[in-house]
């Protein structure tokens, strides 16, 4: 609980005075967890739904949502946005990093557009990594076994000056293919690599530079034939200056690129063939924080960022203007007001203008009773936008069949605009004696104008199609997420989380769906979770995670198909025989030989299957 956290309110402050619904993953629970990758970490915050789709796919959501196309959850690495203007949503395949290097990973399930902006809609996954200070001498690891093939990762840190501290890292993986329903291959096996960078400098007490970068390249198998071919890289700096205890600033601008190759297998009516994107992100951020007296915690700032999307077609598959650049200008502001002693209120909101439906205000207002220095309650109301993505609007999917006939099966619209929530909470935060912590938020979440699917013509020779993306549905969830830790003993953690979900999304009344207001949801009702954490003689640790997690409903089309509840098991066996050497065994999926968590039932589904590696590491 003394954790401290900065993505609730934009300035550090303990866990325990967090006022939202935010989770923390530290790096001594990435590395007892035997994760090897960031979207396997993410299975350690209570208050998400992860869903292993391949070998090289994943469905992370908050809230619900968590669709092929989940776009409600906004990511950085380390102040770095990673979503895609494609489809507002994360290509989780090529979000990687050194894990030994993550310091922590802060989530939070709710909105947090006054903060962060469009997308921050059901929640925001901060993921920080270690200041090259912290990071010093030589790290090695590799190791390999059943999925999860062969490994290896090294990094070097060291100093170019007095208080200028560098580390560079390079690192490699190759995973193995999945399976389908039947128990064949899957052919989605994949092989990246990435390498890169940071420096820190402390110049003097009032100032602190960072500047970063890393670059990665893959190829994945893609199942319905050929390979995919990902690479990218980014370049981070950034500027701290203190002006005092009661002032700071902060000046961050990156420069991103991602490079995509996405084989497209023929939709029946127009050839296979591959469709290439190629994405420039130019983003500058501006902070500054403030005290005002001693009740009045001020924070503001403003923001820019420029796109620049080349996207080449494949026969099934184009977007139109191929070739697109958006500006995205933002400002906020955001004050927290001691009203007494132990009762804080924050009013702030986020002012964003961009080049699809211009003016969008994302305002809340949040409230924190301090019951007593261990226990807090907090509620808050927020609303939150998702702004319209480039398949909403300049998605085509054409058949290549002459007029009369449709010339696509799927367009996007000119008219999609943004779909909003208006989400309300109310959570507690306990220290309960020195073994037990705990934490209990709700939510009811208010939609309006989510994406819908729209029948064209009906008859011959139209046929229903093309299917216009629309904005035809609403509708509400709500439900519980809780979390709580018991230090049973000196050498015996446990950890357990439940979430509680409930959907009901409709088609507006007078408007239509294909889908019946089925395809934005793919959720489990109900989740369970239970970590237990051992620290034997020996320098021995030994780690297990279970979980629980509902069935879900998927479609195809109008088609509800059923991906059924499971149990699964991972555990991890650690020796450290001395302070720089650690030997360790993972086992993941334990349960099963294969499971399916995602997909629409049938040949084409895949399941993950159980896996076993080893992994050796060495510091010096």
Same mark, same amino acid.
């Given at each position: ?83 895609? &203007? ?6 989780? =395949? ?55 093939? =062969?490994?290896?990762?090294? %990094? ?11 580390? $560079? ?13 039947? *128990?064949?291959? @899957?052919? /989605? ?38 390979? =995919? ?26 420069? /991103? ?14 050839? @296979? ?17 403030? %005290? ?19 996207? #080449? ?21 955001? /004050? ?24 969008? $205000? ?48 799927? !367009? ?10 208006? @989400? ?5 935060? @306990? ?39 629309? !904005? ?17 003993? =000196? ?21 239509? /769906? ?11 009702? !109900? ?23 509902? #069935? ?24 450290? &025989? ?23 039932? *049938? ?11 080893? #992994? ?5």
């Amino acid at each position: 609980m003394d954790v401290e956290v900065t993505s609730v309110l934009l300035d550090p402050e303990k866990l325990l005075e967090a006022p939202s619904a935010i989770q923390v993953v530290t790096q001594d629970d990435i590395r007892r967890s035997g994760a090897s990758s960031i979207p396997e970490a993410l299975r350690l915050a209570d208050n998400l739904e992860v869903a292993q789709k391949g070998s090289d796919a994943w469905g992370i959501s908050a809230r619900g949502f968590n669709t092929d196309l989940a776009n409600k959850l906004l990511v950085l690495i380390d102040g770095r946005t990673v979503y895609t &203007p494609l489809f507002s949503g994360v290509f989780w =395949d090529v979000q990687d990093y050194l894990l030994e290097d993550i310091d922590q990973i802060e989530v939070i399930s709710g909105p947090g557009g006054t903060q962060w902006g469009s997308n921050a809609v059901n929640g925001v996954i901060n993921i920080t990594s270690k200041s090259a200070k912290d990071t010093q001498g030589l790290y090695l690891e590799s190791g390999g076994g059943t999925q999860l093939e =062969d490994f290896g990762a090294v %990094r070097y840190g060291g100093t170019l000056a007095p208080n200028v501290y560098f580390r $560079v890292y390079g690192k490699y993986f190759d995973r193995n293919s999945e399976v389908l329903a039947d *128990g064949a291959d @899957a052919k /989605d096996s994949l092989r990246m690599g990435q390498g890169g960078f940071r420096i820190d400098a402390d110049t003097d007490p009032q100032n602190h530079l960072t500047l970063q970068g890393d670059a990665y390249s893959g190829n994945e198998n893609v199942t319905t034939g050929g390979d =995919d071919k990902v690479s990218g890289d980014n370049i981070l700096g950034r500027w701290t200056h203190s002006f005092s205890d009661d002032s700071n600033t902060s000046l961050q601008l990156y420069y /991103d690129r991602t490079h995509l190759a996405l084989p497209k297998p023929t939709n029946g009516f127009a050839p @296979a063939g591959i469709l290439t994107d190629d994405l420039d992100t130019y983003d500058l951020d501006f902070k500054h924080h403030i %005290r005002l007296g001693s009740r009045n915690r001020i924070v503001w700032g403003f923001g820019y960022r420029l796109t620049r999307d080349v996207v #080449k077609p494949a026969p099934t598959l184009a977007f139109l203007p191929a070739n697109l650049d958006q500006d995205l200008a933002s400002s906020f502001a955001q /004050d927290e007001i001691m009203l007494r002693e132990n009762l804080f209120f924050t009013l702030g909101t986020k002012i964003e203008h961009n080049d699809y439906t211009g003016l969008e $205000v994302e305002p809340s207002a949040r409230l924190q009773f301090n019951l007593t220095p261990k226990q807090m309650l907090w509620a808050a109301v927020s609303r939150a936008v998702r702004t319209p993505s480039r398949i909403d609007r300049d998605l085509r999917e054409p058949t290549g069949l002459p007029a009369p006939f449709p010339q696509s099966i799927l !367009n996007g619209s000119p008219n999609f605009v943004s779909e909003t929530v208006i @989400a309300y909470e109310v959570g507690y935060r @306990a220290q309960l004696g020195t073994n037990v912590t705990t934490s209990l938020s709700t939510f009811y979440n208010d939609y309006n104008n989510v994406r819908s699917t729209t029948p064209g013509p009906a008859g011959f020779p139209n046929f229903g199609f093309p299917l216009v993306f629309q !904005n035809n549905l609403e509708g509400e969830t709500y439900g519980l997420e809780f979390s709580t830790s018991y230090q049973m003993l =000196d050498w015996w953690r446990l950890h357990g989380g439940y979430d509680l979900l409930e959907e009901h999304l409709r088609v507006k009344p007078g408007q239509v /769906d294909f889908s019946d207001a089925h395809n934005e949801t793919a959720d489990p009702q !109900n989740q369970l979770s239970l970590r237990s954490s051992m620290d034997l003689p020996q320098n021995v640790e030994l780690d297990t995670a279970l979980r629980w997690v509902d #069935k879900l409903h998927i479609n195809n089309g109008p088609t509800l198909g059923t991906v059924p509840s499971y149990f699964e098991l991972d555990a991890r066996l650690g020796w450290s &025989p001395t302070k720089r050497l650690e030997f360790s065994i993972v086992g993941q999926n334990l349960l099963h030989n294969h499971h399916a968590e995602y997909g629409f039932p *049938g040949p084409t589904q895949e399941e993950i299957e159980r896996s076993v590696y080893g #992994k050796v590491v060495w510091r010096y």
